[in-house]
């Protein structure tokens, strides 16, 4: 039984629904994780807020608690964030359950939760599985269904496993996301290269908007930025970095690669790595290397250049200030794969807040971007030569920080969910 956290104003039961209160599904969040699902959840939720929206933010249930490593003590089944409700369910798991028993069990956990928090509209996130079961919950309930479409899954699985696009898998995930699709009022997308690939997915245009990446505000600057130089214990001139997920189409080999280009130039070079490929992007991974981590600094010692690369894990989101902080450029090396050239990522707007230069492949939706700050500079994607060339250039001939906004201010996060809030405002 879902009980409403205590200390926590409820509407009594004969009140069908809270106006303007949404009930927002997502896989996961905060506290526990911190990669760009988690703080794209954030952005849009407090925006949603500032906006007049009441949004309860729900994480797929059984998690943080069901994950390796993560005590059942650990963590409040509630939380309230910048004005964000997030509430966690507990779920205990069933060994041999069948994916269909699953679902109803979820299903039954989200009408719940629809009985407790009386929204007038239900809003979930991808992927399929974590939206199938509040969009049947919400359809019973006789609410609004929204579904924000924030990638392809199926697709990033195909860029680490390329015979998977062959699989009935592969198909059977297709075929889930569009029965998904079909259930919603509204979907929401994050660029017109998704949206397009929406409909031709049978999704109609006019049911389509589109809800991009945004930001919060201007950065005051990094406080430790300096502190943290001197912990990590770099002597370099010049700092080179990345900040997220170590997905394997995110292209960092051809960074370290690039890295020890220019070393062997002369640049006085460091490279700094700061995420992990843990799942769901957990905040305590623990004190060891992720697997892609280990890769990263083999490549780096096989290089010559082990001494010049720190790998700094997963970081909480309050710390991402200052390591923007040490770093002269930030380099987002996206691969030319499907999923890349649709979907878009945080990064370089979450750069862009800090005032930092960066570094893009020519990746379609980062393309997009390439009049919107003086600070954006583009290689050719998939070609490691242009990247090392295009690094050299900017750390040699660029001044240190350029005049940053041209058209940035536009893509704040309130901004951004205009048409959510209003889908949202009008149940």
Not at 39 to 59: F, K, Y
Not at 199 to 209: F, H, L, M, T, Y
Request: aromatic share 8%; proline share 5%.
């Amino acid at each position: 039984m879902v009980q409403a956290p205590a200390n926590e104003e409820f509407v009594s039961g004969l009140e069908l629904s809270v106006p303007k209160r949404v009930l927002y599904a997502v896989r996961h969040s905060y506290p526990f994780s911190s990669n760009g699902y988690a703080v794209r959840t954030h952005g849009v939720s407090r925006a949603l807020v500032q906006s007049g929206c009441d949004v309860v933010v729900c994480t797929s249930p059984g998690l943080p608690w069901n994950q390796p490593g993560q005590g059942k003590s650990r963590w409040s089944n509630y939380h309230r964030i910048d004005g964000v409700r997030y509430v966690h369910t507990p779920l205990v798991e069933k060994s041999g359950e069948s994916e269909k028993a699953r679902q109803h069990r979820l299903e039954t956990i989200y009408t719940e939760l629809i009985r407790v928090f009386k929204p007038s509209a239900v809003m979930a996130a991808s992927n399929w599985a974590n939206a199938l079961p509040p969009a049947r919950a919400a359809q019973s309930a006789g609410l609004p269904f929204f579904y924000e479409v924030r990638g392809f899954w199926e697709l990033s699985r195909l860029a680490r496993e390329p015979s998977w696009g062959q699989s009935a898998q592969y198909r059977r995930a297709q075929a889930l996301e569009q029965a998904v699709a079909r259930r919603a009022q509204r979907l929401f997308t994050l660029n017109r290269f998704m949206r397009d690939e929406l409909v031709s997915r049978g999704v109609p245009a006019e049911r389509i908007d589109l809800a991009p990446n945004g930001f919060d505000a201007w950065s005051a600057g990094p406080n430790g930025a300096h502190t943290l130089r001197r912990q990590l214990g770099i002597r370099a001139k010049q700092v080179v970095g990345y900040i997220g997920s170590f997905s394997a189409y995110e292209g960092l080999e051809d960074l370290i690669g690039a890295v020890a280009r220019l070393r062997a130039k002369g640049v006085d070079l460091a490279l700094v790595l700061v995420g992990s490929s843990a799942r769901m992007g957990l905040v305590q991974d623990g004190a060891d290397l992720c697997s892609a981590a280990k890769d990263y600094r083999a490549l780096a010692e096989q290089l010559g250049i082990a001494d010049s690369v720190y790998l700094a894990g997963r970081i909480d989101p309050a710390a991402a200030a200052d390591y923007y902080g040490l770093l002269d450029l930030v380099v987002i090396p996206r691969r030319p794969v499907p999923v890349c050239e649709l979907v878009s990522t945080l990064k370089p707007l979450e750069a862009a807040a800090h005032n930092k230069r960066v570094l893009m492949a020519d990746v379609a939706p980062l393309a997009e971007l390439r009049d919107g700050c003086h600070n954006f500079f583009y290689f050719n994607k998939g070609q490691p030569d242009s990247l090392a060339e295009q690094m050299y250039h900017i750390l040699t001939t660029y001044p240190q920080q350029v005049s940053c906004c041209l058209g940035l201010e536009k893509l704040t996060w309130k901004e951004n969910v205009r048409l959510m809030t209003a889908a949202i405002r009008g149940c």
